[in-house]
């Protein structure tokens, strides 16, 4: 396993890590440390892809699948817990199934990550951004009416086909702005 461990993966573990103890922290009613701490997974996620790049050793299977592990945990499971037992709780079945779908599209999302890379653009919503905004409404302790559409809207734009730039795509606005109008034209057609 040796061969493992490397700054990126090292980074994705803090990620996983942050993830496990957002958990604990909803558990005992913490939600805004449970925040703090999925948005620090998702620095971390910024931070373990960089440093993935720059290494480019030859593990990137295993640091894409222990990525997709991490960032269901931390943006998926962890956030969709947050907001049911802040809020969605209120609405005991259909609060759950939200939490349920957004979890279970996060998933999918993920699952759809690596065939779908595009240097320009996501295909449909990245989890670590729907997971830090569902994290700070279980923060604040949203209405559950306003939770309600909101997690199950974030859940719809993960598994959609909208394209979400990179931050090499807010670079390259001339080739963004092509893909974003062929997307316009697929959906018109």
């Not at 925040?35 to 960089?50: E, R």
């Not at 295993?62 to 947050?82: E, I, K, R, Y």
């Not at 609405?91 to 279970?104: E, H, K, N, S, W």
Request: glycine letters at 10%.
């Amino acid at each position: 396993m040796k061969e493992y461990v490397t700054l990126a993966n090292a980074l994705t573990s803090g990620s996983l890590a942050a993830g496990f103890f957002a958990v604990l922290s909803i558990f005992r009613g913490e939600y805004y440390l449970a925040a703090g701490l999925i948005l620090a997974a998702a620095i971390l996620d910024v931070l373990d892809g960089a440093a993935a790049r720059r290494a480019n050793n030859g593990n990137e299977a295993f640091g894409t699948n222990l990525d997709s592990l991490a960032d269901v945990v931390s943006f998926g499971a962890a956030p969709a817990l947050a907001l049911y037992m802040s809020s969605l709780y209120e609405l005991p079945v259909i609060g759950v199934i939200a939490c349920l779908v957004f979890f279970l599209c996060g998933a999918w999302r993920l699952a759809r990550f690596s065939t779908c890379k595009n240097p320009l653009y996501f295909v449909g919503c990245p989890i670590p951004g729907a997971g830090v905004l569902i994290a700070l409404l279980a923060a604040i302790g949203v209405h559950p009416f306003v939770a309600l559409p909101v997690i199950l809207g974030l859940g719809i734009l993960m598994i959609g086909t909208m394209p979400f730039p990179t931050l090499c795509g807010l670079r390259n606005r001339e080739e963004l702005s092509e893909v974003v109008e062929e997307y316009r034209q697929a959906r018109n057609a």
